[in-house]
């Protein structure tokens, strides 16, 4: 058990690791995810700027990119990964195929929440005047936001558990970890003591998440 | 005020059911500073109705003329300017949850660019106008239906519109937050100057608040006016939905005619009972009938059951004829159906 001294370091690593793939690809995937779960809901028909054609070539990108496994992806995104961030090798690249595959996963969680949103508020702000752009600002974001942010703690917990495959790219972190100084050298212990770790950062983000979305819903 | 010429609005066919003829060429004015009504059952076309007056729904042909302007003539762009000067109210009032009430407040007030201190001292004031300045930071979740549409209301008002739209303010009301609510309309109509156009589907609330009335059925007009006239005029299928024709009550006595007498308050029933009892020495019984508040003024449907001299029942159907009171003779069977 002496070596955990060695192993350690090498554990907090992989810890940070993690934490900065899935936290700068969850950075992007809001960026991103949001305006495209926007455009996915007014497009849609009786929308708020209904684009049939648009609303379905958009459905089916999102359906594409949620359809394929991530580790399918991984391989994929391989010469856009390379394109954007100069090698596919790393933590830095492996947040590149880590957002790919949330975008569409927030869009749809995005598209969910704002259609919750009743149509009698979007009708009350037009009636007010209101120009859609003002809609979507003033009625579908605030009022959907508890829900937004319910989407948004999902996906990150979804990005926890795609990036423990992102080592498979070389891309670091505690799922890596786990494969090389757990499974590869049979150490039940270590791969058990990443879990564990995991399980607190899930469980941490979830509760994080879901009080801060009780402090947000007014209902 | 508002004024809509031969309006129709078609729903297009959808998967299963066929095209929807929703307004089916109604024309209706409303004056400056009139609060009329339009009441009709479901499915009569109403809340589109109210729709197309702000455009929120674009009528398939038709004009709709708003303060002037010829709504259905302008772009886009400027019946959304146009909107701001017609305030509207819901069913099921359509606060954000996101926002206190004074935040419900200023919402148009931000939409329409108007600044912070100023949309904050405006919703404070309109918040005071319906009743509700101390609530002021309370979330539409801790209000009570009655406080909600008071909100809304004050949000209707906000942008200082000269017309106002209700559709169905208080059908998802109690009777007691009914009554405030359809107070603080005529109120705040009094007050402001307003021009109300209200949607319902309960005739109380229209004899409760409104001056003149529109009853729809099946998208067309089949009848309106204003109150006070249509409860005199003869067979008028709004002033009999208004005061229903009263039914005999069944514990009254047989025999004899039946008279079915409209009474206001410039011909009361002592009136009427003065001119058959006292002038033409008929025996006359009260067979039913109610005597209500409409739009101000006393009215009432009564069925007199007249015994004894009914042969002088001709002349004395001209005599209140010609002292301009609304009055008919049931036909026997009518009475052989109840």
């Known amino acids: ?219 | 005020m508002i004024e809509l010429k031969d309006v129709r609005k078609v729903f297009p066919a959808r998967r299963r059911a066929g095209e929807v003829v929703a307004v089916d060429g109604v024309s209706l004015t409303v004056e400056r500073g009139e609060f009329a009504g339009v009441v009709g059952p479901s499915g009569s076309g109403k809340s589109t109705l109210v729709r197309l007056v702000n455009l929120l729904e674009r009528p398939t042909s038709g004009s709709v003329t708003v303060d002037g302007r010829v709504l259905t003539e302008l772009p886009d762009d400027q019946v959304r300017q146009a909107r701001r000067s017609i305030g509207m109210v819901f069913q099921h009032f359509e606060l954000l949850d996101s926002r206190t009430a004074a935040g419900n407040v200023e919402h148009p007030l931000e939409l329409a660019g108007v600044g912070r201190a100023e949309r904050r001292r405006r919703a404070a004031e309109l918040l005071d106008l319906v009743g509700l300045g101390d609530r002021a930071d309370a979330r539409p979740a801790q209000l009570s239906g009655g406080q909600k549409q008071r909100v809304a209301i004050a949000r209707a008002l906000a942008v200082r519109p000269n017309v106002l739209l209700c559709d169905e303010a208080t059908s998802a009301l109690d009777q007691a937050s009914t009554a405030g609510v359809l107070e603080l309309l005529r109120r705040v109509r009094d007050e402001l100057g307003l021009t109300v156009l209200l949607i319902t589907h309960e005739m109380a609330v229209v004899k409760a608040v409104c001056d003149s009335a529109v009853l729809l059925s099946q998208g067309r007009v089949v009848d309106s006016g204003r109150l006070a006239d249509v409860l005199t005029r003869e067979r008028s299928p709004l002033g009999d939905a208004l005061l229903p024709a009263p039914v005999a009550d069944a514990g009254a006595g047989h025999g004899g005619a039946l008279l079915r007498v409209t009474v206001t308050d410039r011909t009361p029933e002592t009136v009427v009972l003065e001119t058959l009892i006292g002038d033409l020495g008929l025996a006359v019984e009260i067979a039913g009938g109610s005597v209500e508040t409409v739009a101000g003024g006393r009215y009432g449907r009564l069925l007199l059951r007249v015994t004894g001299g009914v042969e002088g029942l001709d002349d004395a159907v001209q005599r209140l004829r010609a002292g301009g009171v609304l009055v008919e003779r049931v036909p026997a069977t009518a009475e052989v159906d109840r």
């Open chain 1, 1 to 219: 058990m002496s070596d955990w001294t060695r192993i350690y370091p090498q554990l907090l690593d992989a810890t940070w690791e993690t934490l900065y793939m899935v936290g700068v690809a969850a950075l992007i995937t809001v960026l991103l995810g949001v305006p495209l779960g926007v455009l996915l809901t007014v497009t849609a028909p009786g929308g708020l700027a209904p684009r049939p054609a648009l609303n379905r070539l958009l459905g089916l990108v999102v359906n594409l990119g949620r359809a394929l496994p991530f580790i399918i992806l991984l391989v994929l995104v391989a010469p856009v990964t390379r394109g954007i961030v100069g090698t596919t090798i790393g933590s830095t690249a492996a947040i590149v195929p880590l957002t790919i595959g949330a975008i569409p996963f927030l869009a749809r969680l995005v598209e969910t929440s704002l259609r919750e949103v009743a149509a009698g508020k979007v009708e009350a702000a037009m009636s007010m005047g209101a120009r859609r752009r003002d809609v979507v600002r003033t009625v579908l974001l605030p009022e959907a936001l508890p829900s937004l942010v319910a989407g948004v703690t999902v996906t990150v917990v979804a990005l926890i558990s795609y990036s423990a495959m992102a080592g498979a790219v070389g891309g670091g972190g505690l799922g890596d970890f786990a494969i090389r100084f757990g499974y590869q050298q049979f150490r039940t212990d270590i791969t058990l003591a990443t879990v564990v770790l995991l399980l607190v950062v899930v469980q941490a983000l979830q509760w994080a998440g879901d009080r801060w979305a009780r402090s947000l819903a007014h209902t």
